[in-house]
């Protein structure tokens, strides 16, 4: 039987992974836009798009303003990354800044901060999104600059992401290739509703070493193994949009097992610490960043805010305080976790460059019949 060919990605030859296309190099800044961080240290606050640095030099300082009692408000993650954000970050920014700080959960994806926009132009202060968003959002207009330097994107937390399943199902954990055995472990699975996490896991659960992930995906050849290779699992997935959503489905029995979050299932206050596994050799980790929307990008309290949260400070807080790894006592007693393998790191270059056209096809398959 001839093999059919859905969608073409001629986009891919000639490419290898972490290598920008000519089509999708970041452009060089003009003379007139500085970046987030030059515009804080340069004092310019609010006029940092339109102010060439020999104008902000030239203008005489104003004073600043700030009503300290007004809230900013923040698109972030429902969920375990919330609560540990509003402990150990924006507890301590209110305290120093006596500025309120008030979240609202979201998807983080690009559709949803342009209906925002739309909707409620300068009611944000900061977006959480995933990196390689942040810099495609930049490119669009739809956040604020990235600094000139953002070649290899800035971010300020790591989340890991994991198979989970429930201990009480399983005598061994489950793998990828474990994963797609529906004959062996008939069930659901649970995956998110993106090309990005879901192709990568399609080619490790076919066997390609992670390693060779990205430079597999950079080929037509090795995309259409992803989709293939996603067909076989179609009837049995349920899909996620959010990483509170991940962990839900498994906490609700939707899934027999799913990717998640390692810190979302690692939640002791309801004990589902003991009723979920982990299987921590084959976890992938998602790099994220904090963004100010473009309609806010002249206001001095979100500029502020978002440079601080960039801060290695508040990033270690961050990750001391996100459950991403197994605990001291289960590697004392798991021989496999002394020596734990480093997670595969998503490709933000890969998915600057290729998102846009990818993420059209991969949706084109899901409402596939």
């Not at 490790?204 to 995309?223: F, K």
């Not at 179609?234 to 949009?241: A, C, D, K, L, T």
């Not at 596994?277 to 929307?293: A, K, N, S």
Request: aromatic share 8%; charged share 20%.
């Amino acid at each position: 039987m001839r093999e059919v060919t859905l969608f073409s990605f001629s986009f891919l030859h000639g490419r290898s992974s972490g290598t920008p296309s000519p089509h999708s190099q970041k452009q060089e800044p003009s003379a007139g836009t500085i970046s987030r961080r030059k515009a804080l240290l340069a004092g310019l606050g609010g006029g940092f798009i339109s102010l060439t640095p020999q104008m902000a030099l030239a203008r005489p300082a104003r004073k600043r303003t700030v009503a300290h009692t007004d809230a900013l408000r923040v698109l972030t993650f429902s969920g375990r990354i919330c609560d540990i954000q509003k402990k150990i970050l924006f507890a301590g920014y209110t305290h120093q800044t006596h500025h309120r700080i008030t979240t609202s959960g979201w998807d983080g994806s690009l559709t949803a901060l342009q209906q925002q926009e739309k909707a409620n132009p300068k009611h944000w202060a900061a977006v959480m999104m995933e990196n390689s968003n942040l810099a495609i959002g930049g490119t669009a207009g739809l956040l604020a600059p990235l600094p000139e330097d953002a070649a290899q994107p800035n971010y300020s937390t790591s989340i890991d992401y994991a198979i989970a399943w429930d201990s009480s199902r399983f005598d061994t954990p489950p793998n990828w290739a474990d994963f797609w055995d529906v004959a062996r472990h008939p069930g659901r699975r649970s995956l998110r509703r993106d090309p990005r996490t879901t192709l990568e896991i399609a080619l490790l659960a076919d066997g390609v070493p992670s390693e060779m992930v990205y430079r597999t995906l950079n080929t037509q050849e090795g995309l259409m193994r992803a989709f293939r290779k996603l067909d076989q699992l179609r009837p049995y997935i349920v899909w996620w949009s959010t990483p509170e959503e991940a962990g839900q489905i498994l906490k609700s029995g939707g899934a027999l097992m799913g990717l998640a979050p390692t810190g979302e299932m690692l939640n002791s206050a309801n004990g589902d610490t003991k009723r979920f596994g982990i299987c921590w050799q084959q976890r992938l980790q998602v790099r994220y960043g904090w963004g100010v929307p473009h309609s806010s990008a002249t206001t001095d309290a979100a500029l502020s805010f978002v440079s601080w949260l960039d801060q290695a400070q508040q990033q270690q807080a961050f990750s001391n305080a996100w459950p991403s790894l197994p605990s001291m006592r289960d590697m004392a007693v798991d021989n496999n976790l002394r020596h734990l393998a480093a997670p595969l790191v998503v490709d933000d270059i890969f998915w600057i460059n290729h998102l846009n056209i990818i993420a059209e096809h991969f949706e084109q398959w899901a409402l596939r019949k």
